[in-house]
């Protein structure tokens, strides 16, 4: 089972113990010393240990960070309500993580909800960013203060929060942190369904309506050779015929800067996707090329 550490000063112990040992015991052609985190909020689904099984498969020290981040959610939002199974988390960790650091919002933020802040800037008020103001400045910051705290090597995020991977990665660069972003493809259920931590949320006609927002990303796809508007209008019109989902928003940006795509972009972009599908909202995005 992994070690379970819940404060900052125990886990950096343990980590320079780590290094200390691999660098000891290194042989040639080993990522000795390597440490790689995924942070993680827990309520872990096979999505995430996507995550930590890449992470085990770049070698070192893996080291999973649980922790539900109030920074994070805005007013009426689940915090209270996320999904909190740490000893289930432990448990589905066996055998891919070393290290996994649980601290409390105390732990975190010892003088209360922290006063300095990394700011998104203006792709972090757009999309996700503009549905829930200040989400991803309260990411930023404690993807920040876990970056100083673990100091890792390597740090892995899913590819279904696109927007927030765009934000981490720009953050890594902007602020020249030295560690390397590995980004995993979306984990989607056999039906399409991204895996979500609030799939647990859906009812059961629910969860059934849900599949309608990977299958609009896949309209939205297979029309992309007729240009960006052919591709919403493929997507918005298959998620029109589910009067059980309610779109927050439905957009294509240019992979490189993260904004709208113009009407008569060509070549790589995303589609993102936003609902409420009864009383729980999810995302999605998908990868198309116009021509």
């Known amino acids: 089972m992994p070690h379970v550490v819940t404060t900052i000063a125990e886990l950096r112990a343990h980590i320079a113990r780590a290094r200390h040992e691999a660098l000891l015991a290194e042989q040639p052609g080993d990522p000795a010393g390597r440490v790689v985190l995924v942070p993680t ?15 085990r498969d770049l070698g070192g ?14 007013p009426g939002e689940d ?22 650091f649980a601290p409390t919002a105390a732990e975190m933020y010892p003088q209360g909800e922290s006063s300095t802040r990394v700011t998104a800037g203006e792709v972090g008020s757009l999309f996700e960013g503009a549905s829930r103001p200040g989400h991803f400045d309260g990411m930023l910051t ?9 100091q890792p090597d390597v740090a892995v995020f899913g590819q279904k929060d696109a927007q927030q991977v765009h934000l981490v990665g720009r953050m890594i660069d902007d602020l020249n942190l030295p560690l390397t972003l590995a980004v995993v493809d979306t984990v989607r259920e056999d039906d399409g369904l991204a895996l979500s931590s609030r799939n647990r949320y859906l009812e059961t006609a629910d969860r059934a309506a849900a ?15 007729g240009g960006v508007e052919a591709a919403l209008a493929a997507a918005r019109a298959r998620i029109e015929a589910e009067p059980a989902v309610k779109l927050d ?15 008569d972009h060509h ?3 995303l589609m993102l996707v936003a609902a409420r599908v009864g009383t729980t909202r999810l995302i999605d995005n998908r990868r198309i090329t116009t021509p």
């Open 61 to 74: 020290l893996v080291v999973v960070s649980i922790f539900v981040n109030p920074l994070q959610f805005g």
């Open 41 to 55: 909020m827990g309520a872990l689904h096979d999505g995430h240990l996507r995550l930590v099984s890449r992470a």
């Open 249 to 263: 928003y439905l957009v294509i940006v240019d992979q490189a800067s993260f904004r709208e795509a113009a009407p």
């Open 79 to 100: 915090l209270d309500r996320y999904p909190r199974t740490l000893d289930a988390d432990v448990a589905a960790l066996e055998g891919l993580a070393d290290v996994v």
């Open 267 to 269: 070549g790589p972009a």
């Open 211 to 225: 599949i309608v927002l990977s299958q609009a990303l896949s309209a939205g796809a297979g029309a992309a050779a």
């Open 142 to 150: 404690v993807v920040a203060k876990l970056f100083n705290i673990v």
